[in-house]
């Protein structure tokens, strides 16, 4: 199976800070990959895919980058409503995989 | 508008069986594969298995396989997840996922049911 890791676990950031979340596959992804947003007690909500396509109604201060097996989720100006646990997740092999997640949380 | 209503999340003694459903509306069902995710108390979201728009591509993931079943029926725009042999491990919220046509990843999601293996 493709393992996913995501750095760092935790990110304490304020408002206003341009925030980046990586995500390391371990072997060739090319593009297949995918970052979601989950709020406590929420689904997660789809917000790129296939690495730097930004999904529609998604505000564009969210991009993504990154190809084969290094990807980064980069938050341009952070949000209040930005705080929450971010996942990325590979649909390249047959068993799709999560990273452990990245929480932002408020400094 | 495109929703997802997943049932049948229950509390289940270890070794047990349960059946999951999930029932869509507002696309068009077959055209899209499906995903079970779930995410245990307090942990990440686990992939746990898809199935293609026609049901002729089906994947799980390893901790689940040769437990689990999903299927679909088109014809009533559901998705089921067959789960025998249950273990506590087993315990978590699961959640439907609809893919964007024919790729893997989900742009739409259900609020998930929960699910608990204990004796």
């Known amino acids: 199976d493709i393992q996913m890791t995501q750095s760092p676990s935790t990110l304490s950031a304020s408002a206003g800070d341009r925030v980046t979340i990586t995500c390391r596959a371990s072997?060739?992804?090319?593009?297949?990959l995918a970052w979601y947003q989950q709020k406590p007690g929420n689904a997660p909500k789809l917000l790129i895919y296939?690495?730097?396509i930004l999904e529609s109604g998604v505000p564009s201060r969210f991009s993504g980058s990154g190809s084969g097996t290094e990807f980064t989720l980069t938050i341009s100006s952070l949000q209040p409503d930005d705080f929450a646990i971010y996942h990325c997740?590979?649909?390249?092999?047959?068993?799709?995989?999560f990273g452990q997640g990245t929480k932002v949380e408020i400094k | 508008e495109v929703h997802l209503l997943e049932s049948g999340g229950d509390l289940v003694q270890p070794g047990g069986s349960l059946r999951l459903s999930c029932t869509a509306s507002g696309f068009t069902f077959s055209s899209h594969t499906m995903t079970w995710v779930r995410q245990a108390p307090g942990k990440g979201l686990e992939w746990v298995s898809a199935?293609?728009?026609?049901?002729?591509?089906?994947s799980y993931a390893d901790s689940v396989k040769g437990r689990f079943t999903i299927s679909r029926d088109n014809s009533k725009n559901t998705i089921s997840l067959q789960m025998n042999n249950l273990r506590d491990e087993d315990t978590a919220v699961y959640f439907c996922g609809k893919g964007q046509l024919s790729n893997f990843y989900m742009d739409v999601w259900g609020e998930g049911t929960p699910v608990t293996v204990s004796s």
């Open positions: 199935i293609s728009g026609g049901g002729d591509y089906i």
């Open positions: 997740q590979q649909y390249s092999s047959y068993t799709r995989t």
């Open positions: 072997q060739n992804i090319n593009s297949w």
């Open positions: 296939q690495a730097s």
